[in-house]
């Protein structure tokens, strides 16, 4: 298992993702994390996930992993040395029933196995980020495809804004955000996680 400090996670930073669960596009990163013992890596094996507490969401997402303290001014490629794909699975009916209530989502993000990683591989800079999509398969079918070139706050905002207000040192890892296309799993589910046509990751959902 990667050694990992913090993970934080962007919310809401696809529009089309906020669209599709009813929710205003925001104006400023909106910044939730997950305890460390949420990850879990997608390195073929069954993965464990709750069944007994509503319906479970997958969302494939960039993760990137932070190389150094922030300092203004630093650039990316001092701050980022390696990337990742993810998942933040999410308990949505839980997290619908925080969200009336007002109260922080925690128990819908939090949970064990919550955050999947695949193994790392180098950054080599922005472009080629935006030069490749990354994508989710569900038995085989495409259901999310992602470019970071969509995001609503770009990786320098990101980083500068969560090492603002909450501190970034080198073993964080960041959560980019979800595109479009966020949907159910079920027991048996098989899950791959795709960087352009290169598999980065993949494991099967077992509902316990």
Known sequence: MEHVKNIYCIGRNYRLHAAELGNDVPTKPMIFDKPTHA????????????????????????????????????????MIDKIALGIDFTLRDVQSELKKAGHPWLLAKGFKNSAILTSFH???????????????????????????????????????YISEHLGLDQGDIIYTGTPAGVGPVTDGDVLTLKWGEETWGQFTAKMK
Do not use: C, W
Request: aromatic share 6%.
């Open 39 to 78: 990850l879990a890596m997608a390195n073929g094996e069954a993965i464990e996930l709750p069944s007994s507490r509503g319906e479970l969401h997958y969302e494939a997402e960039l993760v990137i992993h932070i190389a150094r303290p922030y300092e203004a001014g630093v650039t990316l490629d001092e």
């Open 122 to 160: 180098p950054f080599l800079g922005i472009d080629a980020l935006h030069q490749t999509d990354f994508s989710l398969l569900k038995n085989g079918e495409q259901v999310q495809r992602g470019n970071l070139r969509d995001v609503i706050f770009d990786l320098e905002m990101i980083i500068a």
